[in-house]
């Protein structure tokens, strides 16, 4: 089966630019989540979807990142405006549904770097 | 909430020597345990989870790992690496109840030298 989708696969911007990231999930996985992965250190969950809710987002910076599942399937991130800080890898995974018992797949990832 | 720590943010090895990459973890609830491989420009993959039941956790490509309740760690080992494992090793961890939201540690890199 295909796997999890993601593009671009890297993006450079300056800082105060808008950038949006998009995920397409493995077919039939209700739930998706995106992870902030930053230059030496684990992926950060930011974003946790069940079908088109939100389950979890209390590590989103909502000012100013903004996600959405609108049909419960594909899914994007979106900065506006970036900061220097935000430079970091940002993964998508999806899950047949939530819980650890449901093995996440995680895309290849887009690399993003603020200048 | 939890906590992870991997002690060595850099292992090199010989080929075909043993490999201990080591985790401990920090919670006061129940916890499930995970070790994730990121291959270079490629997601993370699950290489094994300890979730209930053995204490010696086997996974993928010859690694396994044992859970260590009293000394919260989760330590991976696999007895003879291939160049192939050159990667990046994440141990993660999350409470058993409410929210299953997986932490990840800061990762180590497993260089493979000839």
């Known amino acids: 089966e295909a796997g999890v989708a993601q593009s671009p696969r890297y993006k450079i911007i300056e800082k105060r630019q808008s950038v949006a990231f998009w995920c397409n999930p493995i077919s039939g996985h209700a739930t998706l989540y995106w992870y902030q992965q930053i230059l030496g250190q684990g992926p950060k969950l930011l974003i946790q979807f069940q079908n088109n809710g939100v389950v979890d987002d209390s590590q989103l910076p909502k000012d100013r990142f903004s996600a959405e599942r609108l049909k419960g399937v594909d899914s994007t991130l979106k900065i506006q405006p970036a900061k220097l800080e935000d430079s970091a890898v940002y993964l998508c995974?999806?899950?047949?549904?939530?819980?650890?018992?449901?093995?996440?797949?995680f895309g290849p990832g887009t690399r993003l770097t603020v200048l | 909430a939890q906590s992870v720590t991997q002690l060595d943010s850099q292992v090199p090895v010989f080929e075909e020597a043993p490999v201990e990459l080591r985790c401990n973890y920090s919670?006061?609830?129940?916890?499930?345990l995970f070790w994730y491989v990121q291959y270079p420009n490629q997601g993370l993959q699950l290489l094994l989870k300890?979730?209930?039941?053995?204490?010696l956790v086997k996974g993928i490509n010859g690694f396994e790992a044992e859970f260590n309740k009293s000394q919260t760690s989760f330590h991976l080992r696999k007895p003879s690496v291939h160049i192939s494992d050159t990667a990046e090793y994440f141990c993660a961890v999350s409470n058993v109840q409410g929210a299953q939201k997986l932490v990840f540690g800061q990762g180590t890199r497993l260089t493979i030298n000839p």
């Open positions: 919670s006061s609830v129940s916890v499930y």
């Open positions: 300890y979730l209930s039941g053995s204490t």
């Open positions: 995974a999806s899950s047949l549904s939530s819980g650890v018992y449901n093995e996440q797949f």
